[in-house]
């Protein structure tokens, strides 16, 4: 269905190539100026969406939620529901152990993101990010871009292709959230940075509160350093906070483990919703989805939950623990693996096998075994044909599309898409200037 549509797509922009030519134009010259559409610095706007079929769409739901699902309950599965043992395992010092362990419990707003690559024999989950801290989050504003220019829209009405906005997803889940904790029509919402990374952020973290005011909440960002415990509450100033919506990531923490504490104590006094607790971390991470590849193969797993895993999720192996055997297998099949940081992303530091001399792959396998790498098995994605206006006329880019798939407390919650070119053949990420892009379903 979906090469079909975009067939189709292309085939609107050239009827009219003048027209055609405008309307990507106009699309890359709003992405250039329009602060609500920047990503990073480099970042532009891929010249269509791509399409997903509802039963697509509908699929990604129903194996998402289950990979999540799975994801959350490896301490039980895995560890006899040891919560450190687990921490252990990805990496987690004292401080952030016991903020996991302090919050594990607390599955009030679960949102997450999977990066998938579309292979030949379908989608393949290379990371699943569990956190409220996702890239994308704010992309809205991406597909109001499309609808803006008349050749777009109309195509996009033609065919009966909607939207849907993580925002929304997200709105939801705070929404049924602060309402099972009757915390009133227009909950406080803070944006919570960290006071290093905060100036980096506050322009974008202040747009995404005003995206978030327009769903009905009071929201504002601030960072952890401006927090205060006062009477059981955690406050900023003079507002006090229903809903911590955490910005900051628990790799954070180690520079000042102190400022923890309020929002701990306020967490525990049954004051402060977390969207979301800090077992985000434990879970949504590729060491744990290499304990998920590996450990859904024992006993502690049904058929039907193995058949989800090795459908979605490439063969992954956590480095931490693996003796000689890894090593050997990881350099007799260096053309079919990757190597990548536990805690790595936008894919700074990744490593294609395939394009990586057999010297250096063999150098830098070694020095993974005992520290917080995985190895994964490559996913080939099948490339795009992309509009654009590069050398001035009207042309098509061959593009490998990375598609961020959310998932929001257990319903679909819109894609973000990164795309490079094909030409490059490999790391598709923040750290290599991606393109970004957004996807329109069947309504």
């Known amino acids: 269905m979906t090469?079909?549509?975009?067939?189709?797509?292309h085939a609107a922009l050239l009827e009219d190539r003048t027209r055609g030519r405008e309307a990507v134009r106009a699309l890359q010259e709003r992405a250039a100026r329009d602060p609500y559409l920047k990503t990073t610095a480099d970042s532009r706007m891929l010249g269509r969406p791509l399409f997903l079929a509802a039963s697509e769409r509908d699929a990604l739901e129903r194996d998402l939620s289950g990979l999540v699902d799975l994801l959350l309950d490896l301490p039980d599965r895995l560890f006899d529901g040891d919560v450190a043992a687990m921490c252990d395992m990805t990496g987690l010092d004292a401080h952030q152990r016991?903020?996991?362990q302090a919050t594990w419990r607390d599955r009030d707003v679960v949102l997450s993101r999977a990066d998938l690559l579309r292979g030949a024999d379908g989608f393949r989950a290379i990371e699943v990010n569990v956190h409220s801290s996702l890239g994308g989050i704010d992309s809205g504003p991406w597909h109001r871009a499309f609808l803006s220019q008349a050749l777009y829209r109309e195509f996009l009405a033609a065919e009966g292709l909607a939207y849907v906005d993580p925002l929304d997803g997200v709105a939801r889940a705070l929404r049924s959230a602060t309402q099972r904790r009757r915390l009133g029509d227009r909950p406080t919402v803070a944006i919570v940075d960290w006071p290093t990374t905060f100036p980096l952020y506050a322009p974008r973290l202040r747009r995404l509160a005003r995206l978030l005011e327009a769903h009905g909440f009071s929201a504002f960002a601030c960072h952890a350093g401006e927090l205060e415990l006062r009477d059981g509450r955690l406050v900023h100033g003079s507002r006090e906070i229903d809903v911590l919506y955490r910005i900051f990531l628990l790799g954070d923490v180690p520079e000042a483990p102190d400022l923890l504490d309020p929002i701990l104590a306020a967490h525990a006094s049954g004051t402060l919703l977390l969207a979301m607790g800090f077992a985000a971390e434990l879970v949504g991470n590729k060491a744990s989805l290499a304990l998920l590849s590996e450990g859904v193969e024992g006993s502690g797993f049904g058929d039907a939950e193995r058949a989800l895993v090795r459908r979605l999720v490439p063969w992954t192996r956590l480095t931490l623990s693996a003796g000689e055997g890894l090593a050997e297998l990881a350099v007799r099949r260096r053309e079919q693996l990757v190597l990548k940081p536990a805690d790595g992303h936008a894919a700074r530091d990744v490593l294609?096998?395939?394009?990586?001399?057999?010297?250096?792959?063999?150098?830098?396998v070694d020095r993974a075994i005992g520290a917080f790498w995985v190895l994964q098995e490559r996913v080939r994605p099948l490339t795009e044909l992309v509009p654009s206006v590069d050398t001035g006329d009207l042309g098509f880019d061959e593009v490998e599309v990375n598609w961020g798939v959310f998932v929001m407390s257990g319903r679909y919650g819109g894609t973000m898409l990164r795309a490079a070119p094909a030409a490059r053949a490999g790391l598709i990420g923040a750290a290599h200037t991606a393109a970004i892009g957004c996807c329109f379903c069947e309504a």
């Open 98 to 100: 016991a903020a996991v």
């Open 3 to 9: 090469s079909a549509v975009a067939e189709r797509l």
């Open 352 to 364: 294609l096998g395939s394009a990586t001399s057999p010297r250096e792959w063999r150098a830098a």
